[in-house]
C-alpha cells in the first residue's frame, strides 16, 4: 500500500526566507506527485504536479519541487516566503492509472513577519 | 468557466441520520472523485466516478455511495451517521485519468451530533 509522509505538522519562516516542506512516499512503483494548499475555509488548490519527465517541477507562486527517485521523496520549496503563502500544504501521491490519491497529514506553514 | 461547486456549505445532523451531499464539477469535466478531511488531518479518498460508473473506492463501508448524473454532478449518500462522521466533505472533478488535475470544491462541513 502506498503512504505519504510530511516531515513536521507545523513550519513557521520568517517573510523572504527559505521554505522547505518535506514529503516522502512509499510505493514500489513510480507514482504521480502533487503537492496542493489550502487556506482557511477552503478547498485544495493544486500547486504542482509530477507524472514524468524532468524531475525539478515548476508551480505557481514561485513554488517548485524535485522529484528524487532514489529518496522516495518530493520536497516543496520556495526562495522567498511572503506572508500570503501561509496556509495548509499537503503532498498527495497516485500510482500510474490508479484512482486511488493518497494524501499526506499536511504541513501548516506559519510565516513570521 | 464556472468551478466545482458544493452544497449545503454546512449541515447538522443526528446519529443514525442519512445525509445527501452535492457537487456540480467543472464545465467539461467528466469524473468526479469524493474526500473525506478529518479536523486536522488529510484528506481521504472516498470513490471516484467516471461517465456514472463508479470508478475506484477507498477505505469506506457500503453505507458510503455516490451517483453521477449525466451532466456529470455527483452526490454523496452516508447512511446510519455516526459521530465520526463528522469531517469537512470535499468534491474534486477532473477530466480524464489519473494523472490530469483534480479541481476542489469549498467542501461540505458536516457534523453529527
Known amino acids: 500500500a502506498q503512504s505519504v509522509t510530511q516531515l513536521g505538522s507545523h513550519v513557521s519562516v520568517s517573510e523572504g526566507a527559505l521554505v522547505l516542506l518535506r514529503c516522502n512516499y512509499s510505493?514500489?512503483?513510480?507514482?504521480?506527485l502533487f503537492w496542493y494548499v489550502q487556506y482557511p475555509n477552503q478547498g485544495l488548490q493544486l500547486l504542482l504536479k509530477?507524472?514524468?519527465?524532468?524531475?525539478l517541477v515548476k508551480g505557481i507562486n514561485g513554488f517548485e519541487a524535485e522529484f528524487k527517485k532514489s529518496e522516495t521523496s518530493f520536497h516543496l520549496t520556495k526562495p522567498s516566503a511572503h506572508m500570503s503563502d501561509a496556509a495548509e500544504y499537503f503532498c498527495?501521491?497516485?500510482?500510474?492509472?490508479?484512482?486511488?490519491?493518497?494524501f499526506g497529514p499536511g504541513t501548516r506553514l506559519s510565516v513570521l513577519p | 468557466e464556472t468551478g466545482v461547486t458544493q452544497s449545503p456549505t454546512h449541515l447538522i445532523k443526528t446519529r443514525g441520520q442519512q445525509v445527501t451531499l452535492r457537487c456540480s464539477s467543472q464545465?467539461?469535466?467528466?469524473?468526479v472523485s469524493w474526500y473525506q478531511q478529518a479536523l486536522g488531518q488529510g484528506p481521504q479518498f472516498i470513490f471516484q466516478?467516471?461517465?456514472?460508473?463508479?470508478?475506484g473506492r477507498g477505505n469506506f463501508p457500503p453505507r458510503f455511495s455516490g451517483l453521477q448524473f449525466p451532466n456529470y454532478s455527483s452526490e454523496l449518500n452516508v447512511n446510519a451517521l455516526e459521530l465520526d462522521d463528522s469531517a469537512l466533505y470535499l468534491c474534486?472533478?477532473?477530466?480524464?485519468?489519473?494523472?490530469?488535475?483534480?479541481?476542489f470544491g469549498p467542501g461540505t462541513r458536516l457534523l453529527v451530533l
Open positions: 474534486a472533478s477532473s477530466f480524464g485519468g489519473a494523472k490530469e488535475t483534480q479541481y
Open positions: 464545465s467539461g469535466h467528466n469524473t
Open positions: 509530477y507524472t514524468t519527465g524532468a524531475t
Open positions: 510505493s514500489s512503483v513510480p507514482p504521480y
Open positions: 498527495a501521491v497516485i500510482i500510474n492509472y490508479g484512482q486511488n490519491f493518497v
Open positions: 466516478y467516471y461517465r456514472e460508473e463508479e470508478n
